[in-house]
């Protein structure tokens, strides 16, 4: 398999015992991690973009909710209902069904590629960082989110492009999250609320990029960054020293931890792509709602994000 690197340097041990540390504090020993794509698979939902009629209706100008309190409905959706804008930040500004870069998953034909120049305010540059979202339409397809007495997770592959292709900024450039429900009394994480009732949250892994220019070295590197441990605090994980394809997932087990995993290739996760175990936000979670994707960039009104490909996205279930 050809790959691209980045670096090429050993395993840097401070940080490795610092991202040990962070897990075991997060409540790592609670529960066995579920790697994901365990289980039954659920057809209705998840995509593998063989369809070479797929298409996506962008609806634009897109939401940006979170800035500007503006959803400017209705959001853009894909053809074949699997897939729409979100909401609050509104979805990449090309969606565009391309063929699958080499060394993908064996047969595969189509993927989907993904990216943005405008990701805030339609025509309106904030130069700062900003994400739109494409989210996976998991709930409305099923008919309501996944119990964790089911354990829940998912997997998706993701094509990391040559890094003379990534946008030249510091900084996050692309997620893999979920959307998890808990019941927050009001007393835990970083939310507060009066009373009893049901709260969203976003745990997920973010793909980071230090270029060169900014960090004084004398070449760029990525990591992985993981949302979040039991006080909200996002902390590092590896070091991403190759590009290509790279496989993630998540899983949701019935005491209400969230498992982590990635992995180089397309190749199914195994136990040893365990990345963490974590109660994000000092939650335990109790319902699955989706997964899906941010596309992060500089929102400058000029230049493009890192444009990333994503394929054979699947979410599976243990208990019936």
Not at 145 to 152: E, I, K, N, R, S
Not at 238 to 247: F, N, S, Y
């Amino acid at each position: 398999m050809q790959k691209h690197y980045i670096i090429s340097t050993g395993i840097c041990w401070h940080t490795l015992l610092t991202f040990l540390a962070l897990s075991i504090a997060g409540g790592f020993s609670q529960a066995e991690p579920v790697v994901p794509g365990t289980g039954f698979s659920i057809p209705k939902v998840g995509d593998n973009f063989e369809d070479e009629e797929w298409s996506f209706r962008y609806n634009l100008p897109k939401s940006s909710k979170n800035l500007d309190e503006r959803t400017r409905g209705p959001g853009g959706r894909s053809k074949n209902g699997r897939w729409y804008e979100g909401v609050k930040r509104g979805q990449p500004d090309v969606v565009r069904r391309v063929a699958t870069p080499e060394n993908g998953i064996p047969g595969s034909k189509g993927a989907l590629l993904l990216r943005s120049r405008q990701t805030g305010i339609p025509r309106l540059a904030s130069y700062q960082l900003q994400q739109d979202d494409f989210i996976c339409n998991v709930r409305s397809r099923l008919g309501g989110a996944l119990p964790v007495h089911q354990t829940p997770n998912f997997v998706v592959r993701v094509f990391m492009p040559p890094v003379e292709e990534w946008e030249n900024r510091r900084g996050p450039t692309f997620a893999i999250r979920a959307a998890v429900e808990t019941t927050n009394t009001g007393s835990r994480g970083l939310f507060s609320t009066a009373g009893s009732e049901r709260e969203t949250y976003w745990p997920g892994m973010f793909i980071n990029f230090k270029n060169k220019e900014r960090s004084r070295l004398d070449y760029d590197t990525a990591y992985l960054s993981i949302r979040s441990d039991r006080y909200g605090r996002d902390f590092k994980g590896p070091d991403i020293t190759q590009t290509g394809w790279w496989t993630f997932g998540m899983s949701f087990t019935p005491d209400g931890q969230v498992h982590y995993y990635a992995s180089e290739g397309v190749d199914d996760l195994t136990e040893e792509d365990h990345l963490t175990s974590q109660y994000p936000y000092g939650f335990r979670c109790e319902r699955f709602k989706t997964f899906f994707f941010n596309v992060c960039n500089g929102d400058n009104g000029k230049t493009w994000s890192t444009p990333w490909i994503i394929d054979d996205s699947a979410v599976y279930y243990i208990e019936p």
